[in-house]
Antibody, heavy 116, light 108 residues
Framework: EVQLVESGGGLVQPGGSLRLSCAAS????????MSWVRQAPERGLEWVAS????????FYVDSVKGRFIISRDNARNSLYLQMNSLRADDTAIYYC?????????WGQGTMVTVSS | DIQMTQSPTSLSASVGDRVTITCRAS??????LAWFQQKPGKAPKLLLY???RLESGVPSRFSGSGSGTDYSLTISSLQPEDFATYYCQQYYSAPRVTFGPGTKVDIK
């Protein structure tokens, strides 16, 4: 079964850090671009970051540039999002998604809450 | 950045109704458009891509059309399981994709 499973979310204080993970299974992970998308409570979907198949290119929404780092380990079939200097407006469910041009496979999401 | 708008923001409909949701891009996106369905507490699910191509396993009552800047999603006969929020997404500027604000379809 093709599947993505996120982990690593939780409650963190403003200015803190978290590392999200996304475990892929059921497909050849290294042949797909991968992305992170977030959804603030009762809000819409926002693209956060994307990474090329071999990890050589990375792209970020302006609001997280310099604070978040997307990475991948193709040997471990895993995608990561290192989130630093977290702010209250980063509070959201974070989804990883397989990028087949359209995002065809999504994980179940992991909740990140930034609050003191 | 390419901005996406959707209309209506929400709609109430009955089982069996024909429902159409529209999506407009701030510039031409050459059919690089996807539609997603999201139910409460669940991840979005891909319904259509390239504006009109049905994703595998998606019922044929869902269809998409459009060109240039204007696109639409139609549900030909609304079923109970279709009550959800629908999002359009442009990937013309991939990887910097943008989503519409969503249209919530609920029961009349």
């Amino acid at each position: 079964e093709v599947q993505l499973v996120e982990s690593g979310g939780g409650l963190v204080q403003p200015g803190g850090s978290l590392r999200l993970s996304c475990a892929a299974s059921g497909f050849t992970f290294s042949t797909y671009w991968m992305s992170w998308v977030r959804q603030a409570p009762e809000r819409g979907l926002e693209w956060v970051a994307s990474i090329k198949r071999d990890g050589s290119e990375k792209f970020y929404v302006d609001s997280v540039k310099g604070r978040f780092i997307i990475s991948r380990d193709n040997a471990r079939n895993s995608l990561y999002l290192q989130m630093n200097s977290l702010r209250a407006d980063d509070t959201a469910i974070y989804y990883c998604a397989r990028d087949r041009t359209a995002y065809d496979i999504w994980g179940q999401g992991t909740m990140v809450t930034v609050s003191s | 950045d390419i901005q996406m708008t959707q209309s209506p923001t929400s709609l109430s409909a009955s089982v069996g109704d024909r429902v159409t949701i529209t999506c407009r891009a701030s510039q031409g996106i050459s059919n690089s458009l996807a539609w997603f369905q999201q139910k409460p507490g669940k991840a979005p699910k891909l319904l259509l891509y390239t504006a009109s191509r049905l994703e595998s396993g998606v019922p044929s009552r869902f269809s998409g059309s459009g060109s240039g800047t204007d696109y639409s999603l139609t549900i030909s006969s609304l079923q109970p399981e279709d009550f959800a929020t629908y999002y359009c997404q442009q990937y013309y500027s991939a990887p910097r994709v943008t989503f519409g604000p969503g249209t919530k379809v609920d029961i009349k």
